[in-house]
């Protein structure tokens, strides 16, 4: 049981290179998160989805685009890196309330992307 | 506005002993969840204690404790004991079950950070 794992782990784009990073996890959870954690900020959410096929803007989108085809997988696109865009990327999933009923719902963290754009 | 305020950017605490990280909060929907999340040097956020908006009773887990004051809307860190492996940054952060449009997707909203680190 892997958890959530992020590929790749370390990237340098630069200007204008497009990337997408990958996100994994292998506890049936129906909700996905991208996070980015920039110094001296907490995280914030770039996207989610709560389920195969759904997407939605969370808090700072723009230059992002996501997908989610399998219920495993949550994709972050960058189309033309901006060196506004270096940051660290974490994903996160968790289960629905829905399933749960509960309002705990732990999300669980991959370790993260370090992405600097030159 | 800031929906989850860490107004302590650092702290300080000697081994063994215990030490409080603050947090408030702001929201208006009745069910909510509050969560406190560690960030070694590492990187890796590991989730440490939740706290349900209904909850009666304060939540504790080990060395964790979480003083929640519902009325002045603070969920204050504490641990106890503090030890060497303590050292880290402490991230306080707010589950809203409503979200906007009225879909529930359990966004985390996070506040700053502390940077807590135990001296010898």
């Known amino acids: 049981n892997a958890g959530v794992t992020q590929t790749p782990k370390f990237r340098v784009l630069k200007t204008g290179q497009s990337m997408t990073l990958l996100c994994a996890q292998d506890?049936?959870?129906?909700?996905m998160y991208w996070y980015r954690q920039d110094p001296g900020m907490g995280l914030r959410l770039i996207h989610y989805?709560?389920?195969?096929?759904?997407?939605a803007k969370g808090e700072v989108p723009d230059g992002y685009n996501v997908s989610r085809l399998k219920k495993q997988n949550f994709l972050l696109g960058l189309e033309s890196a901006a060196p506004s865009q270096t940051s660290v990327y974490f994903c996160?999933?968790?289960?629905?309330?829905?399933?749960?009923?509960?309002?705990?719902?732990?999300?669980?963290f991959g370790p993260g992307t370090r992405l600097t754009v030159l | 506005a800031q929906k989850i305020t860490q107004t302590q950017p650092g702290m300080f605490v000697q081994e063994k002993e215990a030490v409080t990280l603050d947090c408030t909060y702001d929201?208006?929907?009745?069910?909510?969840?509050l969560f406190w999340y560690k960030q070694p040097s590492s990187g890796e956020m590991i989730f440490l204690i939740y706290?349900?908006?209904?909850?009666?009773q304060n939540a504790t887990e080990g060395r964790y404790s979480l003083n929640f004051q519902k009325a002045r809307k603070s969920a204050n860190l504490v641990i106890s004991a503090s030890q060497l492996g303590d050292s880290a940054m402490y991230f306080c952060?707010?589950?809203?079950?409503?979200?906007?449009?009225?879909?529930?997707?359990?966004?985390?909203?996070f506040g700053q950070g502390t940077i807590l680190t135990v001296h010898p």
């Open positions: 996160a999933s968790s289960s629905s309330p829905q399933d749960t009923g509960l309002l705990l719902n732990e999300q669980f």
């Open positions: 506890m049936n959870h129906e909700y």
């Open positions: 989805s709560v389920g195969e096929g759904t997407t």
């Open positions: 929201t208006s929907d009745p069910s909510y969840g």
């Open positions: 706290q349900g908006s209904y909850d009666q």
């Open positions: 952060a707010m589950r809203e079950i409503t979200g906007a449009g009225g879909t529930s997707y359990g966004k985390l909203t």
